[in-house]
């Protein structure tokens, strides 16, 4: 069966909308027996922090969520993130760009978004410079990042929670100006060389798998299954961030709240648990169905984050 990860970033500590999405990861592995990796993904040195790294594995074992095998670290797969970056450049399908982030939201903004196209595509300025223009921007100093020639076209999947979904795809990014194998690239390959059969994650970046499809494509890679699920929102409507309140388990736990009542409320808000029962996560495994799973977001409860 299909092995299943959860790739969080260790840039902040876990908050409960992060915690849910990655129980439904674990419930999708687990109901068909199939392995639970977990990635962390530190490619930003400035924004990683070891400490988060911490939290997150501790948060996660605090709800009963295992995982098999040891933990794989973005940052240590520079070298097979470089050998994917050469595949691409032997397909001629990518170009530099010397595009500045001013100038790039700037043409975004004025050019028609086309439909489902990742906010702020790249309108393909330096698609076809000409050498005598590239090595002018190089003179000036500039340090181009490389871009997959996307050119707009059309690429569609059917996901396990939102059906039927085509995106357009831009000419987007695959290394940054300073070198750094850019999000993208990098999340393809690892997840291919894991062995990745099932990516379920939240549904703002549903937009983003259109790219990541592609280029599973222009490497040669065989492309896993796809689960996106609605994102937690706070009782005002708002997509959840720390600033919201008591949203993750320190801040929980301050107001007298365990990880089992919390475990408890993500159980009853997947349907899986009624109201004041006491579950562990290995109890949902068997009351998991992911053809249940709803499109629309879960809208977590005012006294969550009301203060006690």
């Given at each position: 069966?299909?092995?299943?990860?959860?790739?969080?970033?260790?840039?902040?500590?876990?908050?409960?909308?992060?915690?849910?999405?990655?129980?439904?990861?674990?419930?999708?592995?687990?109901?068909?027996?199939?392995?639970?990796?977990?990635?962390?993904?530190?490619?930003?040195?400035?924004?990683?922090?070891?400490?988060?790294?911490?939290s997150i594995l501790a948060d996660l074992a605090s709800l009963g969520i295992d995982h098999d095998g040891p933990i794989m670290f973005q940052s240590e797969r520079r070298e097979a993130h470089e050998r994917a970056l050469a595949a691409l450049l032997a397909t001629g399908e990518t170009y530099s760009c010397f595009c500045t982030r001013k100038e790039i939201l700037a043409e975004a903004e004025a050019a028609p978004r086309a439909p489902h196209a990742p906010a702020f595509a790249y309108t393909g300025t330096c698609r076809d410079l000409s050498t005598r223009d590239r090595n002018e921007r190089e003179a000036a100093g500039r340090r181009p990042t490389l871009r997959v020639r996307g050119e707009g076209h059309s690429f569609g999947f059917v996901d396990d929670v939102m059906g039927a979904y085509e995106g357009t795809i831009d000419d987007f990014v695959v290394r940054r100006?300073?070198?750094?194998?850019?999000?993208?690239?990098?999340?393809?390959?690892?997840?291919?060389?894991?062995?990745?059969?099932?990516?379920?994650?939240?549904?703002?970046?549903?937009?983003?798998?259109?790219?990541?499809?592609?280029?599973?494509?222009?490497?040669?890679?065989?492309?896993?299954?796809?689960?996106?699920?609605?994102?937690?929102?706070?009782?005002?409507?708002?997509?959840?961030?720390?600033?919201?309140?008591?949203?993750?388990?320190?801040?929980?736990?301050?107001?007298?709240?365990?990880?089992?009542?919390?475990?408890?409320?993500?159980?009853?808000?997947?349907?899986?648990?009624d109201e004041g029962e006491t579950v562990r996560a290995i109890d949902l495994i068997e009351r998991f169905d992911p053809a249940a799973l709803g499109r629309q977001p879960w809208v977590m409860p005012a006294w969550i984050t009301a203060a006690q």
């Open positions: 069966m299909p092995d299943g990860r959860f790739a969080p970033s260790p840039s902040a500590g876990l908050h409960l909308g992060n915690l849910r999405t990655a129980l439904i990861a674990w419930l999708f592995a687990r109901s068909t027996e199939s392995r639970f990796l977990v990635r962390i993904e530190d490619l930003d040195p400035v924004s990683s922090r070891a400490e988060h790294v911490e100006a300073d070198g750094v194998p850019a999000y993208n690239l990098a999340v393809v390959v690892d997840d291919h060389d894991q062995g990745i059969g099932q990516v379920v994650r939240g549904d703002d970046l549903l937009e983003t798998t259109p790219r990541q499809l592609f280029l599973s494509e222009l490497l040669g890679f065989a492309p896993p299954q796809y689960a996106h699920v609605p994102l937690v929102l706070d009782s005002s409507g708002e997509r959840l961030a720390k600033r919201h309140g008591a949203v993750t388990l320190d801040d929980q736990s301050a107001v007298g709240r365990t990880p089992k009542d919390v475990l408890a409320l993500f159980a009853v808000s997947l349907g899986l648990a």
